[in-house]
Structure formats: structure tokens, C-alpha cells
Antibody
Framework: EVQLLESGGGLVQPGGSLRLSCAAS????????MSWVRQAPGKGLEWVSA????????YYADSVKGRFTISRDNSKSTLYVQMNSLRAEDTAVYYC????????????????WGQGTLVTVSS | DIQMTQSPSSLSASVGDRVTITCRAS??????LNWFQQKPGKAPKLLIY???SLQSGVSSRFSGSGSGTDFTLTISSLQPEDFAAYYC?????????FGQGTRLEIK
């Protein structure tokens, strides 16, 4: 059974940093791209970042480029996102999601999602 | 970036009704279109991928169609558990983009 478990969320001040983790199980982690998607309170879904199965390719939304860094440790089946220079508008539930392939268009089909972790940016 | 526009934004329907939600892309995305269902406080669930392929384990009352810029999600006979928010998402290119969502409510 595929399982994705996010952790690391919490309350942080504007300008602060946070690192989220997503522990994966039930599939061959290195064979699939992974994404982070966020949802602000009461709002829709916003894709944040993606990484290929090998970790060699990374992609970012303009809203987080230069502030967030996605990475993965395939030996630990864990996905990360390092979030720096956090702003109030980054407040959201952050989901990790598994792609249907390592690269290409199928990697952007997100078939399994974690339960999410809440990040609140406030003073 | 490819913009995705869903309509309607909200919809009231009754159990047993046939419901259609539409999604329009700002440029052609071939069949690179997915549909998700999200219930309050839960993660999104993939229903349809590649415009018309039913995800494993999803009820056959859900179906998708379309290509190019215009797509539809149809629920053939609404069940109580179908009242939720629905999102389309294009997988044609990065950045991945979602529609703004359609909230399906009980009439």
C-alpha cells in the first residue's frame, strides 16, 4: 500500500525558514517523480515544486523560485522541501504527491497524496 | 503558464442526478488533463487521468472526455459520497496548473 506521510509543518515568523519532509513507503521511491502542492485556507490547489525520480531535475512555481528548494534522499525514501524567506502568503497545507512516472508528462499525473502538513507564517 | 478555467464554480444537485463539470485550457494540452475530488479536510484523490482514463479503484459513474482545450467530467448518477470539490489539472507542461475548483453541493 502506498503511503506518504508529511511532517515538519508549524508556526514560523515572516522571513523564517522551515523544512518539510515526506516519508514514502509501498513503492519503489526512486522510480517516480514527486511533487509538493499547497492549499491556502479555503482556497484551491497550487503546485509548488517537483523533482524527477533520480533527483537530477527540479521544477518550481514562480511564486517560490529562489526561496524553496526541493530534494530527495532515495536511500531513505524521503522527499524534502526547504522553505526560506517565508511570507504570509505561504501559509497553507502542504501536500506531497507521487507522480505516475519518473520523468515526462506522466510524472505530472499525481496519483497518491499525503494527508498534508500545515505551515502558518505569522508574527 | 497554462491557465485552467472550470465552470461552474459551484453546483447544487440531488442524489441520482447526472452532473457535468467543464474545464478549459488557455492553450491546447492534447489529452494531458486530470480530474481530482477533494473532500473537506482530506487530500485530493485522482479520479481521471489523461482526460478519459479511470484511475484504479474509482467508481465507473465517473467519466472524462475532451481533448485540446475543452474537457468535461461527468458523474452519471450522484451518490451522497460524491458531494465534494472537484479540480482539473493540466499535466502537459510545468508549471503544473489547476482549475479554481467546482464545489458540488446537495440541493
Amino acid at each position: 500500500e502506498v503511503q506518504l506521510l508529511e511532517s515538519g509543518g508549524g508556526l514560523v515568523q515572516p522571513g523564517g525558514s522551515l523544512r518539510l519532509s515526506c516519508a514514502a513507503s509501498g513503492f519503489t521511491f526512486s522510480s517516480y517523480a514527486m511533487s509538493w502542492v499547497r492549499q491556502a485556507p479555503g482556497k484551491g490547489l497550487e503546485w509548488v515544486s517537483a523533482i524527477s525520480g533520480s533527483g537530477g531535475s527540479t521544477y518550481y512555481a514562480d511564486s517560490v523560485k529562489g526561496r524553496f528548494t526541493i530534494s530527495r534522499d532515495n536511500s531513505k525514501s524521503t522527499l524534502y522541501v526547504q522553505m526560506n524567506s517565508l511570507r504570509a502568503e505561504d501559509t497553507a497545507v502542504y501536500y506531497c504527491a507521487k507522480g505516475l512516472a519518473s520523468t515526462g508528462s506522466s510524472s505530472r499525473n499525481l496519483d497518491y497524496w499525503g494527508q498534508g502538513t500545515l505551515v502558518t507564517v505569522s508574527s | 503558464d497554462i491557465q485552467m478555467t472550470q465552470s461552474p464554480s459551484s453546483l447544487s444537485a440531488s442524489v441520482g442526478d447526472r452532473v457535468t463539470i467543464t474545464c478549459r485550457a488557455s492553450q491546447s494540452i492534447s489529452s494531458f488533463l486530470n480530474w481530482f475530488q477533494q473532500k473537506p479536510g482530506k487530500a485530493p484523490k485522482l479520479l481521471i487521468y489523461a482526460a478519459s482514463s479511470l484511475q484504479s479503484g474509482v467508481s465507473s459513474r465517473f467519466s472524462g472526455s475532451g481533448s485540446g482545450t475543452d474537457f468535461t467530467l461527468t458523474i452519471s448518477s450522484l451518490q451522497p459520497e460524491d458531494f465534494a470539490a472537484y479540480y482539473c489539472q493540466q499535466s502537459y507542461s510545468t508549471p503544473i496548473t489547476f482549475g479554481q475548483g467546482t464545489r458540488l453541493e446537495i440541493k
